[in-house]
């Protein structure tokens, strides 16, 4: 019987996957943001909008950040016949996951409000207090933007912060580009 000598896989590195746990959490649904943040519409009409590479571009130009699908999710908050104003759904990065908010958005393009719908990192979920989505409130197209200085820094949630910034912005652009003369 033969012996054989293992001894030389010893010098075989051993790869081993590691993987961060997932961590997520949902914490509206797409209607309940809706009812957050325009109280008084009696309904919430989704809306089919398909950007054109020129409205892209517009959007890119306008916010300094690129809108990342053509089709964004869309609602016009009606009551009665009349406008109060727009929800978007929309999706940024955190530092690894995606961050799922939707703004709200009046008829002359100054934002209602922001809410979190689902947080997927393990860290930064500060940016659900209401103290610092309330710093978007009558935000419009032409403010700055500017993190640590209109909009507040949290600190240990820089990339969440910035990228929700960026992504208001982004939105307002769409409003702007897209909606302000849909009604």
Known sequence: MSHRNWS?????????????????A???????????????????VAVPVTLNPAQL???????????????????????????????????????????????????????????????????GGQVRDPRWRDRFRGKALTDPFLLNQDIPNISGATLSCRNITDGVKRLLALHSVALAHAG
């Open 57 to 123: 571009t517009q959007i890119r130009r306008l916010s300094g950040t690129p809108q990342r699908t053509s089709q964004p999710r869309i609602w016009r908050a009606l009551s009665g016949n009349a406008t109060l104003g727009w929800v978007i759904v929309d999706e940024v990065i955190g530092k690894h996951e995606f961050i799922t908010y939707a703004t709200a958005i009046s008829p002359d393009g100054h934002v209602l409000g922001v809410e979190i719908l689902s947080y997927r990192e393990t860290k």
């Open 8 to 24: 030389h896989l010893a010098a075989i590195p051993v790869l081993a996957v590691v993987s961060a746990p997932a961590w997520a």
């Open 26 to 44: 949902d914490y509206l649904s797409v209607e309940q943001a809706q009812h957050a943040l325009i109280p008084q519409a009696q309904s919430f």
